[in-house]
């Protein structure tokens, strides 16, 4: 292998751009040339790709976004499409290429392998919810952030004895609301992978109440529904003064943390030594504390590993 190229897709984590830092010096230290491609699939079908220096990723390590641009690409779920975009990255001489994205980036990275352009994913999203690794990059970053704000309003609900339900984000995935559960000290979370019980919400809130905590903290999973009308319902039936807050947008900036600094890395690294080996079609992720690889089709075939055992620990120390 002499040329590859790396690509950052779907929605973006913090974490990208010290993974694209990795995969481009560690492409390097090997001796392969190293090609960016900008806005993921979209860019590529459109030629935008460029030689990558070890100075193309400098002062990037503690960036949130990504240096390379990012976009959701529809079109790459035609086979025609995909067959052109091989074919581009044979123009280029290209012979593997780094797919840093979640899941859908997946999908069309193990595509290309069939279609004899080697791919390897890089698990990175908020959401937690690629297969085949307990953590992506970007979720540390997203989740701290969360707390941050969480403490913020934690401060305002103590002082003015309220009750506030707090959206985060997370898609299908309740991983940022069930750990912010427990990190932030929230009184429920209502996460999609769990039918909500308004009814046992409200009896915990109220009980709180009784016990002379007047201010509560609920953290709703933006995969459950609505949280201004969680809001409503909870204020209707309790009669306590209630605010929605939604985080959005916010979750996905922000300068990375040490320990997503540190994954990136060693995920980037992986990555080029498992192209370097001849492991084409693989993820990389961690799993108990161990850098690990497997294929695409067993990891997208894995059932996401559960958090009942945190759903359990916050509402013990919730109660
Ligand atoms: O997948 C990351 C994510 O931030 C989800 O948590 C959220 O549902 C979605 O992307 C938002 O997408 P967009 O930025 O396209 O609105």
Redesign the pocket.
Known sequence: MKRIAVLTS??DAPLMNAALRAVVRKAIYNGLDVYGIMYGYAGLLKKEIKKMELGSVGDIIHRGGTKLYTA?CQEFLQPEVRAKAVEILKEYAIEGLIVIG?DGSYRGALELTKLGMPGIGIPA???NDVLGTEFSIGFDTALNTVIEAIDKIRDTAMSHERTYVIEV???DCGDIAQWAGVAGGAETVLVPEKPIDINATIERIKRGHERGKKHSIIIVS?GVGNAVEIGRQIKDICGYDTRVTILG?V??GGSPTATDRVLASRFGSRAVELLCEGKFGHTVGIIKNEIVDMEFENALKMKKLSNSSLAELCDELAI
């Open positions: 779907g929605g959701r979640g999203t908020i959401d984000m997370g898609r933006e947008h979750q996905r």
